[in-house]
């Protein structure tokens, strides 16, 4: 069974920074293209970036780009999200999520519970 | 970037009704689309990619369909468990982009 599991989120200062790791089990972790997605209280989903199987292809959206860094580790089946200069507006549920298919990036197959960053002074 | 846009915005049915939801893109992502379900509190949950290509676990009164910047998702007799949010997203390319989501509510 495939398992996303989230951690790092938290409460963070305007322009401070936070790290997320995605601890990833149950699938041959290094097939896959992996992403970020978010989603702000009350509000629809919202894509932040993606990543190959092997990092030779890395996506960001507008809203992030500059500011955050994807990455991963196929040797700790992990997936991480480096997040700079934070704004308020950057608050929101942060899914892990795994691809459909092994010749990815395609869509979005499986989902982990999501981690909560909260950016407020 | 590609724009995704969806409409309605917010869906009013009952159950048996037959409803479409549609998503425009602002250029072609030929059959780089997909469809997700979201219930209030849980993740997201594939549906449909490439277009029209049913997940395993989903009834056939789903469908999907369309090319290039128009597609559209129709559930052919609503059930009581079919009523939650609908988001489409292309992955034809990088950024990829979601809609802003349908809510499917009763009636």
């Known amino acids: 069974e495939v398992q996303l599991v989230e951690s790092g989120g938290g409460l963070v200062q305007p322009g401070r920074s936070l790290r997320l790791s995605c601890a990833a089990s149950?699938?041959?972790?290094?097939?896959?293209?992996m992403f970020w997605v978010r989603q702000a209280p009350g509000k629809g989903l919202e894509w932040v970036s993606g990543?190959?199987?092997?990092?030779?292809?890395?996506g960001y959206a507008d809203s992030v780009k500059g500011r955050f860094t994807i990455s991963r580790d196929n040797a700790k089946n992990s997936l991480y999200l480096q997040m700079n200069s934070l704004r308020v507006e950057d608050t929101a549920l942060y899914y892990c999520a795994k691809d459909r298919s092994a010749v990815g990036p395609t869509a979005i197959l499986s989902w982990g519970q999501g981690t909560l960053v909260t950016v407020s002074s | 970037d590609i724009q995704m846009t969806q409409s309605p915005s917010t869906l009013s049915a009952s159950v048996g009704d037959r409803v479409t939801i549609t998503c425009r893109a602002s250029q072609s992502i030929n059959r780089g689309l997909a469809w997700y379900q979201q219930k209030p509190g849980k993740a997201p949950k594939l549906l449909i990619y490439?277009?029209?290509t049913l997940e395993s676990w989903v009834p056939s009164r789903f469908s999907g369909s369309g090319s290039g910047t128009e597609f559209t998702l129709t559930i052919s007799s609503l059930q009581p468990d079919d009523f939650a949010t609908f988001y489409c997203?292309?992955?034809?390319?990088?950024?990829?982009?979601f809609g802003q989501g349908t809510k499917l509510d009763i009636k």
């Open positions: 997203q292309q992955y034809n390319s990088f950024p990829y982009t």
């Open positions: 490439k277009a029209s």
């Open positions: 990543i190959s199987w092997n990092s030779g292809r890395i």
């Open positions: 149950g699938f041959t972790f290094d097939d896959y293209a």
